[in-house]
């Protein structure tokens, strides 16, 4: 049991607040920190990796500190987001070089590079790679020494979906097994494939913390905004406007579109489609207008 | 305190860049120059003092020390890559100390050596020119490797920071400004050196004691210094 506990910590560069006293545990399992672009994911990833110090508060793993305390790097595995990685080395070379600064030799190598099957790739040079092959080399340069806590700073940031597939399954692995696996990602549906637990960070602050699906049902249960063009519009709103999933429609006459406001997500998305069947109305286009992901967060902050 | 593997990946790093290249060019300079002037002014004290204080005392010795000092932990901090040692169970001051001595190893191949034998080319090493110019050099090798992998750990532009230090202050500005030359590591390794030349041959500003204890001072508090500043090190690029 591997946990790491940051307690009211803050962090600023200069006037700018990249961390805004956060709380959170992260324990065994698969933990997904969201955020979009900029929120101080990245801060907060470093902080946990004893790479910045906390301006406030205290970041520890199972009560040790981590800042300034290299003996922590027994335990936590990182795999940085930037691509940097001593790239005149072949791959094995690289891998081979991490085990032994953990005082581990080549035989703990091979077994890091077969688990993230890159055997077949190991003996050319880093600066050849894909940028996916270059991932699993940083996977593998992490997990060397087995550690009980693995730190992923936007894994799967351009990576090809298989790629991604298999990272994901490796990194289910890895939690399944009881280690304390968090990765960072400013994507929903990556963090919602794989992590049971995820971690809402917005503008520096810690916004919502829980189960997948209360981050889902807190995500869909807001108002949802739809831009809808139809052969007959107002035939249509008058159908839509009646049922209870639906709190406002506005005829946009500029955009020759109606702008629908669905309370109730599930719902909607089903009636739309059966309404304007039962009235013979053709749907030309139904696109939702605040589908951002930065709407998502601020509705997620505000409430 | 000292890591083979970090110190392997130093000497990789070191080597295997393009900047490496002066490495090598200012050595073979160096012995062409040595072996023009044997040709042309035949064998002379004199002019063997003036090519080996002038130009691989004043001008190669520090350059190659800036490229291995700097080097050796620059463009590691530069492109990131640094997060691989930090994130391991080794000492911060232990990274620091092992790229120290692969710096000093490197400075001192690549400057006493060729200063060795530019010196045998271009008197036969009489009066001990030859040898007292290279104990200067290794000297000073450990001294600029120090003070330049510091300067490597704190600032992104360490190489400019480094060649104005090797070329206006110790070469320029020494040599205008006479006070300018006790704070030079050119003089002090200089200090040694004119122990060890004959008589006359080789003069320094500065006394030996005051030199020795310079050279130590600089070289122990420049490698603290440097493990101090990765402890706390801000990784680039961020926020």
């Known amino acids: 049991m591997t946990t790491i506990e940051i307690d009211h910590t803050s962090r600023w560069f200069g006037n700018v607040v990249a961390v805004n006293d956060v709380s959170m545990t992260v324990g065994p399992g698969v933990t997904g920190l969201l955020g979009p672009n900029g929120a101080g994911k990245s801060t907060l990833i470093n902080m946990m990796a004893g790479f910045l110090a906390p301006s406030t508060g205290t970041v520890t793993l199972d009560g040790r500190p981590i800042w300034r305390n290299e003996a922590v790097y027994r335990d936590i595995g990182i795999v940085p987001e930037r691509e940097a990685m001593y790239d005149f080395l072949t791959g094995r070379e690289f891998v081979v070089a991490n085990a032994e600064l953990q005082g581990l030799g080549g035989a703990e190598a091979q077994r890091a590079l077969a688990t993230v099957e890159m055997e077949y790739a190991q003996d050319r040079r880093i600066s050849t790679y894909s940028k996916g092959m270059r991932q699993r080399v940083k996977m593998a340069s992490a997990l060397v020494h087995e550690p009980s806590v693995l730190l992923l700073d936007e894994p799967f940031n351009g990576m090809d979906p298989r790629q991604r597939m298999q990272l994901m399954e490796l990194l289910r692995r890895m939690g399944a097994e009881g280690r304390t696996v968090l990765f960072s990602s400013h994507i929903l549906e990556e963090v919602e494939q794989l992590a049971s637990h995820i971690e809402v960070i917005v503008a520096g602050r810690h916004a919502a913390s829980g189960d997948f699906r209360k981050i889902r049902r807190l995500m869909t249960d807001r108002p949802h905004r739809y831009l809808v063009r139809s052969s007959d519009d107002r035939a249509l709103a008058a159908a839509l406007i009646a049922d209870p999933s639906t709190a406002g429609i506005e005829v946009d006459r500029g955009e020759q579109a109606l702008l629908i406001q669905a309370v109730d997500f599930g719902r909607f998305t089903e009636l739309l489609p059966k309404v304007a069947r039962e009235h013979g109305i053709r749907l030309l286009t139904v696109s939702p207008s605040d589908e951002s992901l930065e709407s998502v967060f601020s509705y997620l902050v505000a409430a | ?239």
């Open chain 2, 1 to 239: 305190m000292y890591d083979p593997t970090v110190a392997r990946l130093t000497y990789r790093a070191l080597l295997g860049r393009r900047r490496a290249a002066i490495l090598f060019v200012l050595p073979v300079l160096l012995v062409v120059i040595a072996v023009a002037v044997r040709t042309f002014a035949g064998s002379d004290d004199q002019v063997a003092s003036d090519v080996l204080s002038g130009f691989a005392i004043a001008t190669m010795v520090p350059l190659i020390g800036v490229i291995a000092g700097t080097g050796a932990i620059g463009p590691e901090i530069d492109d990131g890559s640094i997060v691989y040692l930090l994130s391991k169970p080794v000492k911060r001051p232990t990274i620091i100390f092992t790229k120290l001595i692969v710096a000093i190893a490197v400075t001192m191949v690549f400057s006493a050596l060729p200063t060795l034998i530019a010196g045998l080319i271009l008197n036969g090493n009489g009066q001990q020119i030859a040898v007292a110019y290279t104990i200067a050099a290794l000297v000073a090798s450990i001294a600029y490797s120090a003070l330049f992998l510091l300067l490597g750990t704190v600032s992104r532009h360490a190489v400019v920071f480094g060649l104005v230090y090797a070329l206006v202050w110790e070469a320029l500005f020494g040599s205008l400004v006479p006070g300018a030359r006790t704070l030079s590591v050119q003089q002090w390794s200089l200090a040694v050196a004119e122990k060890v030349g004959g008589s006359g041959a080789i003069t320094s500003d500065v006394g030996l004691t005051t030199a020795t204890v310079l050279l130590a001072a600089v070289t122990v508090v420049a490698t603290w210094y440097a493990g101090q500043k990765l402890r706390t090190l801000k990784l680039a690029g961020e926020e």
